[in-house]
């Protein structure tokens, strides 16, 4: 008996030990692609990939759409490539390379260059030429007239695309402008002004050079899109409420609603409000398009009525809308078809955890799934004979795929690297439990082959809150880099659970606003929990040797569990997370009563891992960016000194000068490297 207890012993130390068949670099290597476009036209693709940190635009062009290098950076320098806009005959490509000011103002220098950092407007020709730098700033737009505007420093700034832009201001505006939005005939420009506790949507016309403000109010008015026919601008407009503010559940509120305004005149009237409780408050689409004015004069719009993120249209002239998608699905983002009949979108109406893309005629009628051959299927843009987008797989990252005329084209093949390991990589297995309240949890487990003896396990916790983690290579940077260190994780012998938590997205407005969550109560701990029993529940789990794993809401989550339970996990890594919601979120009530607002102190402080400190014991390695513009470096000072007090061991890795997702590729493969020699002293010891 005991010559078959240490023959198990050496196999498990055996199977735990042996060098994986995928290595760090080689999990981080893969490519991640963003930021897909298409030209007004629909002849030709653009979008964004970061190979190891080196970010380049690629393009691709009808009829045959096979993708090439339009950039040639070479270096892994932490400049984003962002915001990429087309010119309306598509000759153009207008782009945003650098990050946008921090809290203190500064531009990202995560390299700390001597010359800071920058962020910068600049366009380039498909036909060929260097890029041009055309000013400072961000957010882009063209005009079918080819004037260029785009913001800076908060104000709108307008250049010519020839090469000699002459960059000026194109007006002044109070408050801070943003959400560009040229009127179809080129003469007219529709911003939003944000002013503290209200916005308006303001014209700026170029005959008159006048600015108009469209039916201004109290509230916060958002989202501006133009009619056709450049007379009218629709827009969402949300009634300020405090209470919204708050990092908490927010089921019901004073409903928003869609107004249309003439873009001459200014006056305005309501189209369209929302219904009292669900769907209320509004909640937005992925991106930056929230409504869309179609074929037809109608007006497509989401709307959370049946608890659920779909999509709905009306007409113009007003009236009772019609409900374009519906069951128990939500949609993520959406685009108009080149003729403004239909709305492609992308959502897990098949499954889910996963991703499609689907489309529907505004009038309402047959919807119909595009495409069923990849199991995260996202960012789709309309094609002048189809329709394209990104898609992924559990094995194989995310690239650009075409629809014509029923055929499916790969647009970029070679953006996989040859050398990727893909066959090393394992299927996550989906699966589901209930917390103590009886909720269901859905999950993905990594697990690398059959167990000789029970193994460690790690926990990972998302960020957000908003996210869904998903059965492969996730949409959002961010989350591709924590998929591809859960394959790692899993190669290195660890059983890896990626839990979708209460508050996260997907599966519906309740799920999402649960009772309690963040601030207000923490609810999300007891999913925390409930992952921890169903992992020791697990044959191949070792229950004494449960660690966690997670950045920003998940490293709080990581801390969160450490402090309250530390009897139950062996240790954590927490990438920059909130230790104290009384210093990392403020608090608006809808009282003014002193006591009250002492009251929502102190359970914003029962909800936070400092309130705990005094029975933490496990180890927990802290992991945070300097120049943190998401969660303020202080949350991770003031644990650093709480768990000094208590002697309690923790280890720290500390980026000076870089932000929250990290942007230098060396630091993400720095940051798991240390994390994954943590998990790996205090769990497989």
Not at 273 to 297: C, M, N, T, Y
């Amino acid at each position: 008996m005991r010559a078959l207890t240490l023959a198990g012993m050496l196999a498990a130390l055996l199977c735990v030990a042996a060098s994986p068949g995928l290595n760090l670099e080689q999990a981080l290597s893969a490519p991640f692609i963003s930021g897909l476009t298409a030209s007004p036209g629909g002849d030709r693709l653009a979008w964004v990939v970061n190979r190891n940190g080196v970010r380049n635009i690629w393009i691709a062009e009808a009829p045959f759409f096979r993708g090439r290098p339009l950039t040639g950076y070479t270096e892994d320098d932490g400049m984003e490539i962002s915001s990429l806009a087309w010119s309306p005959d598509g000759s153009t490509l207008a782009f945003v390379r650098g990050g946008a000011p921090g809290k203190e103002g500064n531009y990202p220098n995560p390299l700390s260059r001597p010359e800071g950092g920058e962020q910068a407007v600049w366009v380039i020709r498909p036909a060929g030429g260097a890029p041009q730098r055309i000013d400072e700033g961000a957010s882009p737009a063209i005009s079918s007239r080819g004037r260029l505007a785009y913001l800076k420093k908060g104000q709108v700034w307008a250049a010519g695309l020839s090469a000699d832009p002459q960059p000026a201001r194109l007006f002044s505006a109070r408050g801070e402008c943003r959400s560009l939005v040229w009127s179809p005939d080129g003469n007219a420009l529709a911003f939003v002004s944000v002013r503290g506790d209200h916005s308006f949507i303001g014209v700026f016309d170029l005959s008159s050079n006048s600015i108009r403000y469209l039916d201004p109010g109290v509230d916060r008015d958002d989202f501006p899109v133009w009619s056709p026919d450049s007379k009218r601008v629709a827009f969402v407009r949300i009634p300020y409420a405090r209470e919204l503010l708050l990092f908490g559940p927010k089921r019901s509120a004073e409903p928003w609603s869609i107004r249309v305004a003439e873009a001459a005149g200014g006056a305005g009237r309501e189209l369209w409000r929302a219904e009292s409780g669900r769907g209320s408050v509004f909640h937005p689409l992925a991106g930056d398009k929230q409504i869309f004015w179609a074929a037809g004069s109608r007006i497509v719009f989401p709307w959370e009525r049946d608890g659920w993120k779909h999509l709905y249209a009306m007409t113009a002239a007003g009236g009772i809308p019609i409900q374009l998608t519906s069951g128990n699905f939500e949609v993520e983002t959406a685009t108009l078809s080149l003729d403004s009949r239909s709305i492609i979108y992308a959502s897990n109406r098949a499954d889910l955890d996963g991703r499609s893309i689907w489309m529907t005629p505004v009038a309402g009628g047959v919807t119909s799934r595009l495409t069923a051959n990849r199991s995260i299927e996202h960012s789709p843009v309309a094609l002048s004979d189809g329709a394209a987008w990104l898609a992924a797989t559990a094995r194989e990252p995310a690239r650009p795929f075409v629809l014509l005329g029923g055929s499916l084209i790969d647009a970029a093949p070679q953006s996989l690297p040859a050398a990727f390991p893909k066959q090393d990589l394992v299927e996550p297995e989906l699966v589901a439990f209930r917390s103590a309240d009886g909720m269901e949890i859905r999950g993905q487990l990594f697990t690398a082959g059959p167990a000789a003896a029970p193994r460690p396990a790690v926990i990972y916790l998302h960020g957000g809150s908003r996210r869904q983690m998903l059965r492969g290579w996730h949409p959002m940077e961010y989350y591709h880099q924590a998929y591809a260190f859960n394959q790692y994780l899993a190669a290195r012998g660890f059983v890896v659970l990626s839990v979708n938590f209460r508050s996260g997205t997907g599966y519906g407005l309740e799920f999402r606003e649960a009772l309690h969550y963040g601030a207000v109560g923490a609810s999300e701990l007891q999913d925390v929990l409930a992952a921890a029993d169903y992992l020791a529940g697990r044959k191949d789990v070792d229950r004494s040797r449960i660690g966690l794993w997670g950045g920003s809401y998940g490293g709080y989550l990581v801390a969160l569990a450490l402090a309250r339970f530390s009897e139950r996990f062996a240790a954590g890594v927490d990438l920059h997370g909130v230790h104290d919601w009384r210093t990392e979120t403020r608090l608006y009530l809808d009282s003014d009563d002193v006591s009250v607002q002492q009251e929502a102190l102190r359970l914003a402080f029962r909800s936070s891992p400092l309130a705990y400190v005094e029975q933490w014991s496990s180890p927990v390695f802290l992991i945070h960016g300097d120049d943190d513009p998401e969660v303020e470096f202080r949350q991770t000072v003031q644990l650093a000194e709480a768990l000094r007090r208590r002697n309690v061991p923790f280890e720290q890795l500390v980026f000076a000068d870089e932000g929250h997702g990290f942007l230098v590729h060396a630091h993400w493969l720095e940051a798991f490297r240390r994390a994954s020699d943590f998990l790996e002293k205090y769990l497989k010891k």
